[in-house]
């Protein structure tokens, strides 16, 4: 009878020590948001480039965002550097004859090929914007870049060194191209092609919007995964005359 006794008593220690294992398990899962959440704000609050200061005069470049998501937009030709060899026209079903900006993003290729709209997104495509994948780069010919929420305005020489970032994130061919990817595209003025690196929960495309213009020398976040912590550093886009 007492060996019967040790035995009950060493299965209640062990569902008790199992049941305390999940709770810290779960507890520590649930803590994994709050903490993303805050290691955002303070990333966001701290500066690189902080003695950066916007010129007078320069080259003007534009910030987009929808909400959740930035791309950058610069000038098709600017500083004596081309985008149009390395993203021609034809690669593009209809780009507008006036279009002479081009709006640069980057992503986790599952979610940015996969979901044309919010209603497409799945869990499984989430999952995979949050645990990471391949990263892929969307490219779009724009007329009037004024729609843009934020605009700052850059030296020639930050901004030759912003447009070898950028085209720094591209898979490249023997030739030095960009590897546009067989997708029709969101419409006719875009076009998705290969990138290097990879995008998630960390590296994301506002995080990589945000180290564009650190590698240029312009004041950024440290780290910036939401749009919000990007955009309040820099003037409101100027509406179009």
Not at 67 to 81: F, K, Q, S, T, V
Not at 235 to 241: L, M, T, V
Request: hydrophobic share 40%.
């Amino acid at each position: 009878m007492a060996s019967r006794g040790h035995k009950m008593k060493r299965r209640r220690r062990s569902r008790r020590n199992r049941w305390s294992g999940w709770r810290k398990l779960m507890f520590a899962l649930a803590a994994i948001p709050g903490l993303y959440f805050i290691a955002a704000i303070l990333g966001t609050l701290v500066p690189v480039n902080r003695g950066w200061t916007e010129p007078d005069q320069g080259i003007t470049i534009y910030i987009a965002d929808n909400g959740l998501h930035a791309d950058l937009l610069l000038p098709e030709r600017a500083a004596g550097l081309d985008w149009a060899p390395l993203v021609p026209r034809s690669h593009f079903a209809a780009p507008s004859p006036s279009a002479r900006w081009i709006a640069f993003g980057a992503g986790e290729r599952r979610v940015y090929l996969d979901t044309p709209t919010w209603s497409d997104i799945t869990p499984r495509t989430a999952w995979a914007g949050i645990a990471g994948g391949a990263r892929v780069m969307h490219v779009e010919y724009v007329a009037d870049p004024t729609y843009a929420a934020r605009e700052i305005r850059v030296t020639p020489e930050q901004y030759r060194r912003l447009w070898a970032s950028v085209r720094a994130s591209f898979t490249l061919d023997s030739r030095g191209r960009p590897i546009r990817i067989d997708h029709p595209g969101y419409g006719p003025r875009d076009a998705f092609y290969e990138g290097l690196g990879r995008a998630s929960a960390i590296q994301t495309c506002n995080q990589w919007l945000a180290s564009r213009l650190r590698l240029a020398g312009i004041k950024a976040p440290l780290w910036s995964p939401f749009v919000e912590g990007l955009v309040w550093r820099y003037r409101e886009a100027a509406p179009k005359r």
